[in-house]
């Protein structure tokens, strides 16, 4: 944890890997075996569980639960109050048969406010998801997604612009989407 920010109320377990150049904020909390990169932000109240996998430059705002399976790729922003589940069938009986169901985010792929991104899903490479969507499928790369279920609109460039090709992505005639 050299040359890392973690805030006298955070409670960040020894078992963690943290990134040089990380801040931790208050009152936010990471599990053992939970990997943050390099260059995060960790907001406020962020609650970050075990095993977790957190890439280099990811800004994950107050708020936000990121449960165990879950893995956000390099330069991922995630909004406030965001939440990623982590069972298909949740159940409160001590008998129950809890499975985790992995998450994974792409780089450059950003996380709007209030979103619910349900366990399985693959968030691709620089996609949007806006604020509020519950996402229950894949989303493309560079697709900028909305809703309750979450659905295509259109897509993005890498630095979040709307190239405007629509629901139907985009061409070769149309536009060239740039690569990270």
Not at 26 to 31: E, F, I, N
Request: hydrophobic residues 40%; aromatic residues 4%.
């Amino acid at each position: 944890m050299s040359g890392a920010f973690i805030h006298p109320t955070a409670n960040v377990s020894q078992d963690a890997s943290i990134g040089s150049g990380t801040s931790i904020w208050d009152w936010t909390k990471v599990r053992e075996g939970a990997r943050i990169g390099s260059d995060c932000q960790l907001g406020q109240g962020v609650y970050i569980d075990h095993d977790v996998v957190v890439g280099d430059g990811c800004k994950i705002q107050n708020g936000v639960s990121v449960y165990h399976g879950v893995s956000l790729g390099d330069h991922v922003f995630v909004g406030p109050n965001a939440t990623f589940t982590n069972d298909l069938v949740p159940r409160a009986d001590s008998g129950a048969d809890w499975k985790v169901v992995p998450t994974v985010v792409g780089d450059h792929a950003s996380v709007g406010a209030n979103a619910t991104i349900v366990c399985g899903v693959h968030l691709g490479t620089a996609c949007m998801v806006g604020a509020g969507a519950v996402v229950v499928r894949d989303v493309p790369p560079h697709a900028l997604v909305v809703g309750n279920p979450a659905r295509i609109i259109d897509y993005v460039a890498l630095e979040g612009t709307r190239l405007g090709v629509g629901p139907d992505g985009p061409t070769q005639t149309n536009v060239d989407l740039p690569h990270p």
